[in-house]
Nanobody, 131 residues
Framework: QVQLVESGGGLVQAGGSLRLSCAPSGRTFSSYAMGWFRQAPGKEREFVAASRGTGGTLYYADSVKGRFTISRDNAKNTVYLQMNSLKPEDTAVYYC????????????????????????WGSGTQVTVSS
């Protein structure tokens, strides 16, 4: 059974940093596209960042570009989301997602931001940024 387990959330002051981790179990995800999404209270789940499979391109939502960095350590089968210069509006539950389907190289950012392409989801980790 495939599971995605997020960790690293917490409470931080505005301007601070957090690093989220996502460790898939049950399968090696090194060649799969992986993404981070977030959902604030009363809002829809939204795209944050994504990484293509092995050696792939990175994509970011405009709201986090320049502040957040997605990375992966395939040796550890882990994907990270480094979040710097956090703002109160970054407060949300953050979800890790992965897709096992091969994705043609011509697909770009909009495709990776689409929730429906992801087959596996974690249960989320809370990030709270105080002002």
């Amino acid at each position: 059974q495939v599971q995605l387990v997020e960790s690293g959330g917490g409470l931080v002051q505005a301007g601070g940093s957090l690093r989220l981790s996502c460790a898939p179990s049950g399968r090696t995800f090194s060649s799969y596209a992986m993404g981070w999404f977030r959902q604030a209270p009363g809002k829809e789940r939204e795209f944050v960042a994504a990484s293509r499979g092995t050696g792939g391109t990175l994509y970011y939502a405009d709201s986090v570009k320049g502040r957040f960095t997605i990375s992966r350590d395939n040796a550890k089968n882990t994907v990270y989301l480094q979040m710097n210069s956090l703002k109160p509006e970054d407060t949300a539950v953050y979800y890790c997602a992965a897709t096992s389907r091969p994705i043609p190289s011509y697909h770009s950012a909009g495709y990776y931001a689409t929730k429906s392409i992801y087959d596996y989801w974690g249960s989320g980790t809370q990030v709270t940024v105080s002002s």
